[in-house]
């Protein structure tokens, strides 16, 4: 078991790595909630739903309200909804909402805990690699609008975050990929030894060894911590995790949400801003190696098949757009930058890198 603290004075939380904690939930909880609502992604309700009701209904009253697996339950009258039945249920201020499954109950139930009377306890145990290293920590919370992914939401911390290596072994191969890509980010933006466990490990991390992934999640969980602890509000050190994420969310956002997964687009986000920082000069061939090695080996897309057009059309309405592109790119392994003078020779430099010609999406 480790323990992480993010550090926001009163608003400081931990984040809780280990095995089996559906069953222990119970015991990290602060004080006794009167009635614990679960917004609980549905797939994995049927898996552990069961489990963690059990824990949970130990110190409280619980009930279940779920929501469907897909990106597109981060929808606007699906936090409607929710907020409706909250409202039937008659929770209060002291009561607490759970979110289990990954980053859309993360996303979405976070986003009703922070509105819903202006405020509830929350606690976040996300169920996918992608939410125990990324989505469930840090406070963001989102729902996607038809103009874009995650253009409407609030900066609400949980007061904890249980990350259950053990239920990892359930997920879908495809999204254990996923939650993948955003490990090797914090390898390429951060820490080496990252990299060289992702490299050296891969039978381990293929079958979701519990002691390798408790290690993997810890130290990628432990570098958020750190970066939201120094910059909740997404004002400079933060938009590092971002890397890659102009160029994925654009992708996401052209194949409507539904072509690729959150890791898939930002695994060719990351092959891009390689690219792009080889046509600046910011990195060597070798660096950019660095990068499809480590996606192709974790069987991660290093080129796709998408519309150029659509892809740049839908980035100018990245968050990080300012007075003109932000781009975070790399001067170098493990030492990022955020630079907005990326001009469209390096852009048309460097789609062909990680663009396919042939109809066939998302191969290698
Ligand atoms: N996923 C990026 C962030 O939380 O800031």
Not at 202 to 230: F, H, N, T, W, Y
Request: charged content about 20%; hydrophobic content about 40%; glycine content about 10%.
């Amino acid at each position: 078991m480790k323990s992480l603290k993010v550090e926001l004075g009163s608003r400081s939380y931990d984040i809780v790595v280990g095995s089996d904690l559906v069953d222990s939930a119970s015991d990290y909880l602060a004080g006794t909630p009167g009635k614990i609502v679960v917004v609980a992604d549905e797939t994995v309700d049927g898996l552990y739903g069961a489990r963690l009701v059990k824990s949970l209904s130990r110190v409280g009253e619980v009930h279940r309200v779920l929501v469907p697996s897909t990106e597109t339950a981060k929808s606007w009258s699906q936090a409607g909804e929710i907020l409706g039945r909250l409202a039937e249920l008659k929770l209060r201020r002291n009561d607490l909402i759970v979110t289990f499954g990954g980053g859309v109950a993360s996303d979405l139930g976070g986003f009703v805990a922070s509105v819903y009377q202006r405020g509830v306890a929350l606690i976040h145990i996300p169920t996918t690699l992608l939410g125990q290293v990324d989505a469930a920590i840090g406070g963001k919370t989102g729902v996607n609008l038809p103009a874009g992914k995650n253009l409407a939401g609030t900066f609400y911390q949980p007061s904890r975050v249980l990350c259950d290596v053990s239920v990892l072994r359930s997920l879908p191969s495809r999204q254990f990929r996923s939650g993948m890509a955003e490990v090797i980010k914090y390898g390429l933006c951060y820490e080496q030894q990252i990299l060289d466990t992702v490299q050296t490990q891969k039978a381990a991390i293929q079958s979701s060894d519990p002691e390798v992934m408790a290690d993997l999640v810890a130290r990628c969980a432990g570098i958020k911590a750190r970066v939201v602890s120094a910059d909740e509000n997404d004002n400079s050190g933060r938009i590092i995790l971002n890397y890659g994420h102009t160029f994925g969310h654009a992708l996401e956002a052209a194949g409507g949400y539904e072509l690729w997964l959150h890791g898939e687009a930002i695994s060719l986000g990351m092959m891009f801003a390689a690219n792009l920082a080889r046509s600046m000069g910011l990195l060597d061939d070798d660096a950019v190696e660095v990068h499809r090695r480590a996606f192709d080996n974790v069987g991660l897309p290093v080129k796709g098949q998408f519309d150029s057009n659509a892809v740049v059309g839908a980035w100018s309405i990245d968050k990080k757009f300012l007075d003109g592109q932000r781009w975070v790119l790399l001067e170098g392994l493990q030492n990022p930058v955020v630079r907005s003078d990326v001009g469209p020779l390096n852009i048309e430099d460097a789609l062909p890198a990680v663009r396919l010609s042939s109809p066939t999406r998302g191969v290698r």
